[in-house]
Every structure is written in C-alpha cells, then in structure tokens.
C-alpha cells in the first residue's frame, strides 16, 4: 500500500488541512482520488504518482513566473 496515500498523509506531506485538500479536489484544483469499494465508508486514497505529477506541474508554474520578489512591500509602495 505504499503506493497510495491517504488524506493524512496529504495533510502531513503539506498540502493543507483535511477540509482544503477536499475543497481542491471539488474544485478540480487536486488530484481525486481512487475509492476503494462502494460503500459510504469506503475509504479513499491517491495515487502517489498523481501528487508526485502534480507537483511537478506546480514547480513548472513556478519555474515559469520567473523571479520573484520577496522583500516585504513598504505600506505606500506601488506595487
């Protein structure tokens, strides 16, 4: 099972709190996961080759915004 990951690991791994990660997912903005069987109580988990490509797709984003400025902004700055 080291394959899948549950919704704790997601959350230990950084990406949010439990009600965030759902909240992406509904909004397509993070990987759904597989259901394991029918029932309601059928848990739930990802496939660690979907959040490892999704990181992926984010360093990518990132990479691709060029510099970025993290100097703290003065309170009349233009910016």
Known sequence: MNN?????DLVDMGFGSRVSIWKKVKHKEFPAPMKFGNGVNSPNRWLKEDID?????IRMIAMSKGDVSYEPRSKYSSK
């Open 4 to 8: 899948f990951l549950t919704v704790k």
């Open 53 to 57: 490509s999704y990181v992926s797709q």
